[in-house]
């Protein structure tokens, strides 16, 4: 199976960067076909240009930094985010790079008049969320957990309509001590060795 990690944290060191590690270990052992997209290390601008905007609804977006990000879009069967949680939602960068990589002609298209977007994503059958998350889970259910409400209800409905999918969180991330993050990386080894 061809899988698309995307990962998001500034900083390389960060226990985020240890979950991804994990990650592509797990995949590349059990023989997936696995691509890395760091969109902190490779600088992606995830800040949407008034031109793009302008024609969001006609076409995809004509630059041509976003090209690899389609490509790798069109040849993932499994999509995995890893990111930390900041403010209950996705880390900017994550969420700029879906305004501008799951466009029009890409992900969807737009119908002629009313009617239903037409997926263009069926061919992404699995889809999963490992994360990092100050708060305790009970306060991240009561303001609605933004960020796995926007890759597991929103972005997955452009995906098979069949798509699996799974959220991991290593909630109380900010007191967190090395024996929850050793065992939390033991679940990450789990999770994915059922994905």
């Not at 979950?19 to 969109?39: H, K, P």
Request: glycine letters at 6%; aromatic letters at 12%.
């Amino acid at each position: 199976m061809r899988v698309l990690v995307v990962y998001c944290h500034p900083v390389p060191e960060s226990y985020c960067a240890a979950i991804r590690d994990t990650a592509v270990e797990v995949l590349t052992r059990r023989g997936w076909d696995v691509r890395l997209l760091d969109l902190y290390a490779e600088n992606f601008d995830p800040v949407m240009s008034c031109e793009e905007r302008r024609f969001y609804n006609d076409r995809a977006p004509e630059d041509p930094a976003l090209k690899p990000h389609f490509d790798l879009l069109m040849w993932a069967e499994a999509i995995l985010f890893i990111y930390p949680t900041w403010w209950y939602g996705l880390p900017a960068m994550l969420k700029g790079w879906f305004d501008r990589v799951w466009a029009t002609d890409i992900a969807f298209k737009l119908p002629a008049g009313k009617g239903r977007i037409t997926s263009l994503m069926r061919h992404v059958t699995k889809v999963g969320v490992i994360t990092t998350c100050g708060a305790p889970t009970w306060w991240s259910v009561v303001v609605g957990q933004p960020g796995r409400k926007t890759i597991l209800r929103g972005m997955r409905a452009l995906c098979a309509t069949r798509c699996k999918t799974f959220f991991l969180a290593h909630y109380l991330m900010d007191s967190s001590t090395p024996k929850s993050r050793t065992a939390f990386l033991g679940k990450v080894r789990a999770r994915l060795e059922r994905f």
